[in-house]
């Protein structure tokens, strides 16, 4: 008689860590850019070493260090679209006038 099958045990996952440390907009910095989460407050924080640029914003349970990055990345570019003047409007009255 021969031996009985004998089960290997399940290899254990190896869990992906996100990344803690980004690259800074502002001063093009990489990694300079630290982000920690206070869940029992609701609020992630995001600073840089290097200009200190800080932000933060609400979390929820869910939240990673990367979702508090991409919200800063989309309240820069909100910022930044509300402060350019829209030049397309100007040139067109100023053509419009020309042919007058």
Request: hydrophobic share 30%; glycine share 4%; net charge positive.
């Amino acid at each position: 008689m021969g031996k009985r099958k004998s089960s290997k045990k399940p290899q254990s996952r190896i869990k992906a860590t996100l990344d803690t440390t980004f690259n800074c907009l502002f001063c093009h910095h990489e990694k300079s850019v630290t982000c920690k989460i206070d869940k029992k407050e609701g609020l992630g924080y995001l600073s840089c070493k290097i200009c200190a640029q800080q932000y933060q914003c609400k979390i929820h349970h869910l939240s990673e260090p990367i979702d508090v990055y991409s919200s800063w990345i989309d309240a820069c570019d909100e910022a930044q679209a509300s402060t350019r003047p829209v030049a397309s409007s100007r040139r067109l009255a100023a053509v419009e006038s020309d042919e007058d």
